[in-house]
C-alpha cells in the first residue's frame, strides 16, 4: 500500500489557506484548523494511522465513503456533514488535499458576507484547486 501525507506536509497545506490557525482546543494530540473561527480540520497527528477529519457536503461524504472504504463518518462529529480519512495511503495523497480544499471552502462559503471580504482582502488571497 502506498504511503500515506507525512505530518509536515500536511501541516503545511492546512496551513496554507489564507486566514487558517491551528489550534490545540482538545489537548496536544488533536491539531484544530480553523479559518475566521470556524473548524474545517481536526488531524489526530498522535495515531496510528494519523487521521484528519474534514467537513464535506453529505452527498459527495457518501460517494467518497463508497470508493474508500477506510474512510468513515468522523467521530464526535455529525456523520453526515464530516469524513475520517486514514492517512495510511488507502486514500491517495491528491484525493486528501483535493477533499481539505473543499472542506475549507464550505466554510468559508459558511462565514458572513463581512468575513469572506476581510479574508479576501487579507492579502493572502491565492487561487485554489477546485
Known sequence: MPRGLDLGTLKASLLAKPGV?????????????KVMGKMFALLAWDENP????????PDRAEELRKV?????GAP???KRHWNAVPLDGSVPQVEVLGMIDDSYDLVVAGLSRRARDHLATDGD??????
Open 68 to 72: 474508500f472504504p477506510s474512510m468513515c
Open 50 to 57: 494519523m487521521r484528519v477529519s474534514l467537513k464535506c457536503d
Open 125 to 130: 488571497c491565492r487561487t485554489r484547486r477546485r
Open 21 to 33: 490557525t491551528e489550534e490545540v482546543p482538545f489537548g496536544p494530540q488533536a491539531l484544530v484548523y
Open 76 to 78: 464526535y462529529f455529525s
